[in-house]
């Protein structure tokens, strides 16, 4: 309780700090009910610089990383891609008179904490880490038939070799349930009762495992590796641009005063699980999920792979392929821990204490001249 509270006086200092020594805001445009800004003000603020790919994709990179934007006529507008991996954004990305914009939230809740951690204050040090095995007792989670797999087996190996992994790293680790049960019996308070266990552990970082499945009973097709963040206020999530119906909460969920935490450490796995697993990237997401809203600290829910594809499912139930996916998964938490850790004043490459680390606004320049349906884009004034 004493160190939630803390964490969280330090996050509003924090944050309290920046608004008061921060650079000028981006200017908004609103567009039906969403407030964007334009990319070219985004890369300046950043100090990325900004060019064409053909008429597909707008390239925004430093020396460090390099974001891929698609143009206007992409099928999905939400779907970018950073440093090669794929990210789902909260909103479309927009072209008005030329100018590509993303929405506010994407580019301050988003890609801010991608590409700029230092803009915020960083989190307290990860001593205690909360592994969620997904499902468990009479809650089997998905299941294929035909090989006879079930969810709930393989997230309780899998977060129980991790376990083993992170103490021998020196971690204190709190699971949800080291056994074949369920949290409590309840389905509708199962999932926030795992938070608010991490929660009285008082957890620093949590991470939920699951096993997917098709979207349909015959999608058998289906497979690779999602990560999920809990949306920023406002937002929707990914899935629910499909059924048309925004499902963005007003109330602001616990979780997401640790959002720039949840994104980076999302980040840091997503990139850790890829490289190591050689699944399909699906990308980073978005989901109102039960088990991560009421967290006192950053969370993600990994989709480690999909069961109801038969090629994977058969993967998955060697215990091989489940001790490289715990390894992967600790490769994932060490890269969030050493980002987080590299911020902190003092650290060994001398980084600037967060309130200070502000970002340059360096005007970006064309690098090369916009294909059709793009303009050059204005230097900010
Ligand atoms: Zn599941």
């Known amino acids: 309780m004493a160190r939630a509270a803390l964490r969280l006086l ?10 008061a020594a921060g650079p000028t805001p981006i200017a908004n445009v609103r567009i039906g009910r969403v407030e964007y800004v ?3 003000d985004v890369a300046a603020r950043l100090g990325l610089k900004v060019r064409y790919e053909g008429a597909k994709r ?29 990210i789902f954004l909260g909103d479309p990305t927009v072209v008005r008179a030329g100018q590509l914009y993303f929405s506010r939230i994407d580019f301050e809740h988003r890609l801010l904490p991608l590409l700029r951690p230092a803009a915020s204050p960083p989190p307290p040090s990860v001593h205690v880490i909360a592994i969620d095995p997904g499902h468990g007792g009479s809650d089997n989670g998905t299941q294929n038939p035909r090989l006879h797999l079930m969810e709930k087996t393989f997230t309780l190996d899998v977060g129980l070799r991790l376990r083993k992994l992170l103490e021998a790293q020196g971690y204190q680790v709190v699971m949800t349930r080291t056994n074949d049960s369920r949290f409590a019996n309840d389905p509708k308070v199962d999932l926030p009762l795992r938070a608010e266990f991490a929660n009285t552990k008082h957890a620093d970082l949590f991470l939920s495992i699951h ?6 009973a015959s999608d058998v097709s289906s497979h690779g590796t999602e990560v999920y963040t809990f949306p920023p206020e406002h937002q929707r999530a ?16 616990s979780v997401v005063r640790f959002n720039a935490w949840s994104v980076l450490f999302a980040h840091a796995m997503h990139e850790e699980l890829h490289r190591r697993l050689g699944t399909e990237d699906r990308g980073e997401r978005l989901r109102h999920l039960g088990v991560l809203r009421p967290l006192n600290c950053p969370g993600i829910l990994v989709e480690s792979a999909f069961l109801t594809n038969d090629a994977e499912g058969r993967r998955v139930a060697t215990p091989a392929f489940r001790q490289e ?36 606004a360096v005007p970006a320049a064309p690098e090369s001249a916009p294909p059709k349906g ?6 900010p004034s």
């Not at 143009?71 to 779907?79: I, N, S, V, W």
């Not at 650290?347 to 200070?356: I, L, S, V």
């Open 10 to 19: 330090g996050f509003l200092l924090g944050a309290a700090l920046l608004r």
């Open 38 to 40: 334009r990319a070219t």
């Open 58 to 86: 707008l390239l925004l990179s430093d020396g460090a990383h390099h974001l891929e934007v698609p143009a206007p006529g992409a099928t999905d507008l939400k779907e970018i891609s950073l440093d090669g991996l794929k």
């Open 211 to 216: 096993f997917n499945a098709g979207g349909t």
């Open 238 to 253: 990914t899935a629910s641009w499909g059924s048309g119906v925004d499902d963005g909460e007003l109330g602001l969920a």
């Open 325 to 360: 996916m715990a390894e992967a998964m600790l490769a994932g938490i060490h890269a969030y821990v050493a980002a987080i850790d590299s911020l902190r004043p003092g650290a060994a490459h001398g980084m600037a204490p967060a309130a200070a680390h502000l970002l340059p």
């Open 374 to 379: 793009f303009q050059p884009p204005r230097r």
